[in-house]
């Protein structure tokens, strides 16, 4: 099977140049960066290194643009800025090449870190952990408990992609992503990940807002059912 690996930045520079040299480009027949606007260089670190920009594209529709221009049978969706780690890749292709649809990068089973591990509140985490209880009591009928619906960090089947008709408008199109691949009785698998923490730039997902806009989209998934 061939693989698409989409890259994800807005302004991201400092955590490109050490991370991207770790990602093995062997694994992929392409990578494509969608980038929400970079103006620190990160634009110019793709074409020195032959990578296909899509400029100007907000996050949610990194999402919509990878399910109609990837190439590959396999889309891993990874942003370089410290929180995830390439090694991870040739295991999440591997998982899917076994039979699974959608393989997410968990930070919350046995063997895994999340990035706010080391800190005292742990605010995140526990929403994070919140969203994804309420997402397993009312999609999940598969008798696998799944541990983290939020992280961006996955491999997908590119037609299973194209079936879930993603249309969140921001931060809460991973979860749209984990709900609607339930609803599709897609087969979701998981892998431990350690998180690791942003290396420079700044951190766009601000934390109310988003929880905010998960909550809107968990009620509109319970409200929609399996119209979409
Ligand atoms: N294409 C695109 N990428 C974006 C946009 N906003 C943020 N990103 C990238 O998406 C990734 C996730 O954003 P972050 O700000 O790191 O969110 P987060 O991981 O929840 O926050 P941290 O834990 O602080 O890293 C990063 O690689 C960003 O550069 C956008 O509008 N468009
Ligand atoms: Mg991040």
């Known amino acids: 099977m061939t693989a698409t690996l989409i890259i994800l930045t807005k302004n991201e520079i400092e955590g490109l140049k050490q991370i991207f040299p770790k990602i093995d480009r062997t694994l992929f027949m392409e990578l494509i960066a969608c980038d929400g606007g970079s103006g620190d260089g990160t634009l110019e ?6 990578v296909q920009i899509q400029p100007e594209v907000k996050y949610g529709d990194v999402f919509r643009a990878a399910a109609q221009i990837a190439k590959g049978e396999i889309i891993i969706f990874f942003r370089p800025d410290g929180n995830e780690d390439p090694r991870d890749l040739p295991k ?4 899917i090449k076994d039979g699974a649809d959608h393989v997410i990068a968990s930070r919350f089973m046995m063997g895994s870190r999340n990035e706010e591990d080391d800190s005292i509140l742990k605010i995140r985490a526990w929403a994070n952990r919140m969203f994804t209880l309420l997402a397993n ?38 979860y749209q992503m984990t709900i609607r691949s339930l609803k599709l ?27 905010m806009e998960m909550l809107r989209r968990l009620i509109t998934e319970i409200a929609i059912g399996k119209n979409f």
């Open 92 to 95: 999440l292709i591997q998982y």
């Open 185 to 211: 009785g897609h087969k979701i698998r998981e892998i431990p990940t350690i998180e690791g923490n942003r290396i420079g730039g700044r951190v766009k997902a601000s934390s109310i807002p988003v929880g």
């Open 45 to 50: 670190f793709y074409k020195e290194h032959g």
């Open 137 to 174: 009591i009312f999609f999940n009928r598969t008798g696998i408990y799944i541990t983290d619906t939020i992280n961006g960090y996955r491999a997908v089947r590119a037609d299973k992609l194209r079936e879930m008709k993603l249309d969140a408008p921001g931060f809460s199109i991973e």
